[in-house]
């Protein structure tokens, strides 16, 4: 817009003196000084003195601003658009502005799970904000009990939570918001029995090569045969992808452990010497309990070995025979888990309605928006 001025006399009673001749002024915007961005140059002219003209005034160079009083706002719902969600699936809420994302974060962020004794807070959650959005989920490795929290109902909330935090939701230019935000959701209640489980596993304190680590693959899967008691005829249903090599001395790959089969006509299923009845039946273990017997003998590293449970309850080092029949033992661990639903249970618990695709998609893209 076209330049305007204001003159302003510090020697008023309006002006603010300090004890050391410092003037105050504070410029009043709200209602009076539209919103907007701003550039602004001040110039003072004092009482002449008789002295040279330059001492009687001053001039600041332009300074940049913005002049911003609206307050944030949650916008539209939280995404995605379903009443349930899978647990380690990304919660977003949309704010009708971009907001003041460094870390630390300002604002409060609270998940307590109906029923159980699970209550989460910020640090506790896997957490996002960027651009009009902030995201967030449950890691599914924190020692949650997967099978306990199937179809439990959760509640939200997120901004300032109680009655002596100082933190909120605020905008880029420091506007907070009023309310906090309160929502509920659900985990959808899917049958683990027919998931799959994909994590990352890593193999410490190997020698690799990058135009090698491919061969690395049968001995990965003959580990995890080893640490889960595993049958043999079990491999297939171990698939490795993305095989890494760091530092040349860890492998690092996407591990997927496929479900127990129940197709009731004599098929395999993942099982467990462990799981043996007496009666000589097997019992079979879905792929993210399995996962979480990998993850727990991965903490297990007293003096940095792994241990694995042996059928009486004892703990042995986790290890294999080299060449020559010694011993040795092998770090790992893992991490990243992402569980994988069935087919049916997807289309039937974790689609978002035909009828409101469109709007989640607007929502998502408006989220990604910095402007």
């Not at 699970?118 to 996002?128: A, C, K, P, S």
């Not at 005829?233 to 490795?240: G, P």
């Not at 007293?302 to 042995?316: A, I, M």
Request: glycine share 8%.
């Amino acid at each position: 817009g076209n330049p305007t001025s204001m003159e302003l006399n510090f020697a008023s009673n309006y002006a603010e003196e300090d004890n050391y001749g410092f003037a105050l002024m504070k410029w009043k915007l709200a209602n009076v000084v539209p919103e907007g961005i701003y550039e602004i140059k001040v110039e003072t002219q004092c009482t002449e003195l008789g002295g040279p003209a330059d001492f009687d005034m001053f001039s600041t160079s332009i300074l940049s601003g913005v002049i911003d009083l609206t307050l944030p706002e949650h916008y539209g719902q939280v995404l995605p658009l379903r009443d349930t969600v899978l647990l380690g699936e990304e919660l977003v809420v949309v704010f009708t502005e971009p907001l003041c994302c460094k870390k630390p974060f300002t604002f409060d962020l609270q998940v307590i799970i109906d029923g159980t004794d699970y209550e989460f807070d910020r640090e506790e959650l896997q957490v996002v904000c960027e651009g009009r959005k902030i995201g967030f989920q449950i890691d599914p490795t924190i020692g949650v009990d997967v099978e306990g929290i199937m179809g439990k109902s959760f509640s939200i909330e997120v901004g300032k939570i109680g009655a002596d935090s100082k933190s909120n939701i605020f905008d880029v230019n420091g506007n907070a918001m009023e309310d906090n935000i309160k929502l509920n959701k659900a985990f959808a209640g899917i049958n683990l029995d027919e998931a799959s489980s994909s994590f990352t596993f890593t193999l410490e304190n190997v020698v690799c090569s990058v135009d090698e680590v491919g061969t690395f693959t049968d001995e990965i899967k003959s580990k995890i045969m080893l640490l889960l008691g595993l049958e043999t005829s079990d491999t297939n249903r171990i698939v490795l992808t993305s095989l890494q090599c760091e530092n040349g001395n860890t492998v690092i790959t996407t591990t997927t452990l496929l479900p127990p089969s129940t197709d009731g006509g004599g098929g395999r299923s993942l099982r467990t010497a462990s799981l043996l009845s007496s009666t000589g039946g097997i019992d079979t273990q879905h792929s993210i309990s399995l996962f979480k017997k990998l993850h727990d003998l991965s903490q297990e590293k007293p003096r940095g070995e792994n241990l694995l449970s042996t059928l009486e309850g004892r703990r042995v080092f986790a290890e294999e025979k080299d060449s020559n029949n010694n011993r040795i033992g092998f770090l790992f661990h893992v991490s990243d888990l992402k569980i994988i639903p069935s087919v049916s249970d997807t289309k039937a618990m974790l689609t978002t309605e035909s009828d409101k695709l469109d709007e989640e998609e607007e929502l998502y893209q408006f989220a990604s928006s910095r402007k």
